[in-house]
């Protein structure tokens, strides 16, 4: 069974631009997660979806993300425009229990914002 | 504000021995926790939970024991091996966890290191 890919694994961009980050969780998996973790501080999460819904974005930082998950599989997370301070790892995870602690998380995308 | 937190940033043991990772929270009404396991350039992975029901937890290799009274939680590896080499968070889930009532809370982690 595929795990929780992501895309890009790396990228460097520059302050004010857009970058869109995605993530393919597992198959069947209809609750997707997000987190980011910035330099120093902890692993954060961002927003979780169900299906194509959002359950919770309380964790979103602010306007400038967008979390997409158009037909319940696939998401992506765009950044526009980016700030320094995005600069971090974002993990994209998902489960089958909303309830279950235990997440399927990807490799992340490791952001760099110029 | 409410933190999921761990009182070591490293702790290195011989290949071998028992290993204690410990974590701390402050929330009193937090009752379900996490751990999970990061090797280098991969994404956290899940270990092992435990519900505020329960004080004590075992798996393959390890043991979680949660005291609520101090608000503590330890996650005990036996005969370390070095696959086991890695960041270690304990993480907190639910309304009261300041994550989302989904989200994980993480806390800041411990590098495990087992030495040769």
């Known amino acids: 069974e595929a795990g929780v890919t992501q895309f890009p694994s790396h990228s460097v961009i520059e302050k004010g631009q857009t970058v869109t980050l995605r993530c393919d969780p597992i198959?069947?998996?209809?609750?997707l997660y997000w987190y980011r973790r910035v330099m120093g501080k902890e692993i954060k999460f961002l927003l979780h979806?169900?299906?194509?819904?959002?359950?919770?974005e309380s964790g979103m930082p602010n306007n400038r993300f967008l979390a997409e998950r158009t037909g319940g599989t696939y998401s992506t997370l765009k950044v526009q425009p980016a700030e320094l301070e995005d600069s971090g790892v974002y993990f994209c995870?998902?489960?089958?229990?909303?309830?279950?602690?235990?997440?399927?998380f990807g490799p992340g995308t490791r952001l760099l914002v110029l | 504000g409410e933190s999921v937190g761990l009182h070591l940033p490293t702790l290195s043991v011989q290949e071998g021995d028992n290993s204690i990772i410990n974590c701390a929270y402050s929330?009193?009404?937090?009752?379900?926790f996490i751990w999970y396991k990061q090797e280098s350039g991969k994404g956290p992975q899940f270990i092992i939970d435990?519900?505020?029901?329960?004080d004590k937890r075992q798996g393959q290799r390890v043991t979680v024991l949660l005291n609520k009274t101090v608000k503590h939680l330890s996650l005990q590896i036996a005969a370390t091996q070095p696959g086991d080499s890695a960041v270690y968070f304990c993480a907190e889930m639910g309304e009261n966890s300041g994550g989302g009532a989904d989200g994980l809370t993480f806390g800041k982690g411990t590098h495990l290191i087992i030495q040769p």
């Open positions: 979806f169900v299906k194509e819904s959002k359950q919770d």
């Open positions: 198959s069947g998996h209809d609750n």
């Open positions: 929330n009193s009404a937090s009752d379900y």
């Open positions: 995870a998902s489960s089958q229990d909303p309830g279950s602690g235990a997440q399927y």
């Open positions: 435990i519900r505020s029901n329960m």
